[in-house]
């Protein structure tokens, strides 16, 4: 299998002067092992579809039922939104691997995935620090709540994040294909991420390493701070309730929120944060699968089972089913 690859790789490049200069990449995924691939196909597709279907029924429950029309389940929709296009950026890539046998992605194609991958996970950042927000404002300031935070207020701060997600992953991007990748093209990931693309560039990659510290660090940072701002002051306000129920129900608003961050920046920490001399390539696929595909099934499982407006919800959507017309 492996000297497939390399006889394949060798088809993939084309001559400029005395260096070959990449046209393709080929993912080596999680293992070339045919029945193993039927395992991976198999996983993959089940997760891909529970996923799928879990950020489309919250989003459905949180438009058709009106007792969710609040600016919390506005934010959850939209953090449903980002998952179910996130887990779609790198699972069908997979899948049709395991079928078809051809780990090829064009250069464009991974170009592609390397941007929406980048928007996704960059708009998810903000969006995140939007919710906290949101928390702090309906637990600090109860009565104004529903002013303060209007229905504007929500779409522009929605749309900050999406704008803000673009535009990182246009200079992220933007700056990873400026570098000249030539040798040999393989990945030994089930992706196209900025890492394994910048250890195969034939060119210096000391300034790019330094902008793409700086970006990620930047925005991870930035975000990890307001959200602990807000977090700070929401357990100040938790403190000052005098009875053990209002202070149990203040904080089970925030405890779906809080799991949901530490999970996302958890994984983004450690995947970014290491020294690249205690990096391996298994820890980084699982890491990487985990904040991509699997995080992404685990949201909508997260503001659901422990949410009793939106078990409601459902238990309301299956009895009009159940119901006959």
């Not at 993959?44 to 879990?54: C, E, I, M, S």
């Not at 040999?184 to 394994?196: Q, V, Y």
């Not at 958890?266 to 001399?277: A, E």
Request: overall charge positive; some cysteine; hydrophobic content about 50%.
């Amino acid at each position: 299998m492996v000297l497939v690859l390399y006889q394949v790789a060798t088809t993939m490049s084309v001559e400029v002067g005395n260096r070959t200069t990449l046209t393709e990449f080929i993912l080596m995924g999680f293992s070339a092992d045919p029945q193993m691939q039927l395992v991976i196909f198999t996983a993959f597709l089940a997760l891909y579809l529970v996923t799928l279907a879990g950020n489309m029924t919250l989003i459905i429950l949180i438009r058709i039922d009106s007792r969710l029309h609040t600016p919390m389940y506005f934010f959850i929709a939209c953090l449903s939104f980002l998952d179910f296009w996130y887990t779609s950026v790198y699972t069908p890539k997979i899948l049709a691997i395991c079928i078809s046998q051809d780990n090829r992605i064009s250069l464009a194609g991974c170009g592609a995935q390397l941007f929406f991958s980048c928007a996704m996970a960059y708009s998810e950042c903000h969006l995140l620090a939007s919710m906290a927000y949101d928390r702090y404002v309906a637990i600090c300031n109860p009565l104004l709540y529903a002013a303060a935070m209007s229905r504007s207020l929500c779409v522009g701060l929605v749309a900050g994040s999406y704008l803000a997600g673009i535009l990182n992953a246009t200079a992220h991007t933007a700056n990873t294909f400026r570098l000249k990748f030539c040798g040999k093209n393989i990945i030994d990931h089930f992706l196209c991420d900025a890492l394994p693309l910048a250890k195969m560039s034939c060119t210096d990659t000391q300034v790019y390493e330094k902008v793409l510290l700086g970006m990620n660090g930047f925005t991870i940072l930035a975000n990890t701070l307001a959200i602990l701002i807000s977090y700070f002051n929401i357990l100040l306000a938790i403190l000052r309730i005098r009875s053990a129920s209002g202070r149990r129900k203040a904080f089970s608003t925030c405890a779906s929120h809080m799991i949901s961050v530490m999970l996302f920046y958890g994984s983004l920490l450690f995947m970014y944060s290491r020294p690249s001399s205690t990096s391996s390539r298994e820890k980084d696929k699982f890491v990487e699968l985990f904040y991509t595909v699997v995080n992404s099934l685990l949201n909508p499982m997260i503001y659901s089972f422990r949410n009793k407006d939106v078990k409601e919800a459902f238990r309301k959507a299956i009895q009009r089913i159940k119901v006959p017309r």
